[in-house]
């Protein structure tokens, strides 16, 4: 993505979540919650190492048929994150990036990696 296409996203409002959740009132298990499915954890551990990732660089991380990944991304994976504030996700270009209440979860996501090796294989 150029920086032009990634500046014009970044100032797109028409499509910005809403974020229900202060970062005040996010519980470990729902930190835990999010961090439960394989396709919400490569998400996020994308966004841990760079500002802006797509469902297609998401999607071509896993041996798993990608019309298969990128249905269950749009309508249950990436929504959850996007509720959660983890997230914003634009739904027409397939841009994700780092939500405002990102750093709650970043947190534990620095953790994790700190500790990669004695991770299951299958981590993220």
């Not at 920086?3 to 298990?29: A, G, I, M, V």
């Not at 996020?44 to 269950?72: C, G, K």
Request: aromatic share 8%; proline share 7%.
């Amino acid at each position: 993505m150029s920086d032009t296409e990634r500046s014009n996203w970044k100032n797109d409002t028409t499509d910005k979540p809403e974020f229900p959740l202060e970062p005040s009132q996010t519980t470990s298990d729902e930190i835990f919650e999010c961090l439960s499915h394989q396709y919400r954890r490569l998400v996020l551990e994308a966004l841990r190492t760079r500002d802006v990732t797509t469902e297609e660089d998401i999607s071509s991380r896993l041996d798993v048929p990608q019309n298969r990944v990128t249905l269950e991304l749009r309508h249950r994976h990436l929504p959850k994150l996007r509720r959660a504030g983890y997230i914003q996700w634009s739904e027409q270009t397939g841009y994700i990036s780092r939500g405002p209440s990102f750093p709650e979860i970043e947190q534990y996501l620095r953790v994790i990696a700190g500790n990669a090796e004695a991770l299951p294989h299958d981590w993220p």
